[in-house]
């Protein structure tokens, strides 16, 4: 079965610093990748998505992320954080398709001025 | 984009009532949407996969009696809580993935409240 660990619960960055935010999946096959984020109350939006090609990948709102299949890890980089970057991140694997996805408990990140 | 409306965004409804949350994909159609629930500070967890015109697909430990999904259109999944108790207060959002797209539309995610 596929699973999703996100090692911090909770990050606090000052505004200004770089972020990188941990995501380690376990998959039998080529996962497919997604890193959402969610504002309280709100629904989910896609920052990015890796399923074949290029391991590093561009997302929205300034974010990168890279896989790498030796360390089962899919981490979320941005290399200078905004107070408007507070919020929680969710990774996410998936078969593909229309399969179901399965979530990380999430990451809630603080920003401080 | 891809866009996936859901409604109502808030709901409080008695103890016992019953109450319908509705998915719709507004410029793409649909042949699968997905039900989340998410619980305060916790991650989400799929309830059940919906399926354009036949029965959905519920996860382990999901009561499908409770939780009525109808999809009868390629645009339009519903969720029906059904006598809805305190334990059912919760955050429910549904996802639908365009047909050729890689990723998944989320809609806004309703928040249901049971007094």
């Known amino acids: 079965a596929q699973s999703v660990t996100q090692p911090d619960i909770h990050i606090t960055v000052s505004e200004g610093a770089s972020l990188e935010l941990r995501c380690n999946y376990s998959?039998?096959?080529?996962?497919?990748l997604f890193w959402y984020v969610q504002s309280p109350g709100q629904g989910l939006q896609l920052l990015l998505k890796?399923?074949?090609?290029?391991?590093l990948v561009q997302g929205i709102k300034g974010f990168e992320a890279e896989f790498k299949r030796s360390q089962s890890s899919f981490n979320l980089r941005k290399p200078s954080v905004h107070w408007s970057d507070a919020a929680e991140y969710f990774c996410a694997v998936g078969a593909g398709g229309n399969e179901k996805l399965t979530f990380g408990t999430g990451t809630r990140l603080t920003i401080i001025p | 984009g891809a866009v996936v409306s859901q409604h109502p965004s808030r709901v409080i409804c008695k103890s016992g009532t019953s109450v319908k949350i509705e998915c719709r994909s507004l410029d793409f159609q649909a042949t699968t949407m997905f039900w989340y629930r998410q619980f305060p500070k916790k991650s989400l967890m799929l309830m059940a996969t919906?399926?354009?015109?036949?029965?959905?697909?519920?996860e382990q430990g999901v009561e499908k009696d409770k939780f009525l999904i109808n999809h009868a259109s390629l645009t339009l999944s519903t969720l029906t809580v059904t006598s809805a108790h305190p334990e059912d207060s919760s955050f429910y959002i549904c996802?639908?993935?365009?047909?050729?797209?890689?990723?998944?539309?989320f809609g806004s995610g309703t928040r249901l409240t049971v007094v």
């Open positions: 998959y039998g096959a080529t996962p497919y």
């Open positions: 919906s399926n354009e015109g036949s029965k959905a697909t519920y």
């Open positions: 890796y399923f074949s090609g290029d391991t």
């Open positions: 996802s639908a993935r365009p047909t050729g797209a890689h990723g998944y539309t």
